[in-house]
């Protein structure tokens, strides 16, 4: 079994309440850590790693992104997953190379660009032919911006969904869903669905599994995390 093989299957016969946990590493000490604590999977948030870049949220070039994702899979033993925004403009077959190079099992792709969703139908042609050119090397979860974009009926991003897994994705995410729609989502979905949570606030991993989530990531909310505890360290040592 491939490591992209291990990846897919934690997606599959998971337990109401047990949802698959994938923290997101910005370098390779963070993805160590969390490999070490036993996590069986990572998934890089663009945001998180563009701030240990130093660069602000979506402000990242393509080469320092792959390179970044490159030294976080290289650290770890555990299958990474990479968050890659819209696929910085890049032709299917040439982001399916670049992914795979960088030694990572899967990739997260949205569907707006600019602050402005994508048309569906452009978006699910385009995701099918990433489909083509990865084959089964890689594990797609299509995320669906419609709630992060104030479109607020939980059937623009049902529709977004279907649509998105017939052109092969493995897995939708509609990041800010509000957590009273996740059943309603789970119902009118195929096939694993990916929440958002906030560390330490709002319902738990396990609450968001009994409402229908899939797997959890944290975007970039982990390294903020650990940049206040950055912040909070430099101010005793200023003292």
Known sequence: MTRTDRFRALHHGRAPGDPL?????????????????????????SAGVAASLGYEDGATPADEMF??????????????????EDGYGLAPKELVERLLEAGVVGCNLEDSADGVLKDPAAHAEWLAEVREAAGDRLFL?????????GVEDPDAAIERAASYVAAGADCVYPIGAPAAVLPLLRAGIQGPVNVHALPGEGPSPAELG???ATRI???????????????????????
């Open 210 to 212: 009994g409402l229908g």
């Open 141 to 149: 979860n299509a995320r669906i911006d419609t709630f992060v974009r």
């Open 21 to 45: 946990v994938l923290p997101g590493p910005w370098d390779a000490a963070s993805a160590r850590v969390f490999a070490e604590a036993g996590f069986p999977a990572l998934a890089t948030p």
């Open 67 to 84: 390179a970044a994702v490159a030294r976080i899979a290289r650290a770890v033993d555990v299958p990474v997953s990479a968050d890659v």
């Open 217 to 239: 990531t944290f975007g970039p909310g982990l390294q903020r995390q650990a940049a206040q505890a950055v912040r909070e360290m430099a101010a005793r040592l200023a003292e």
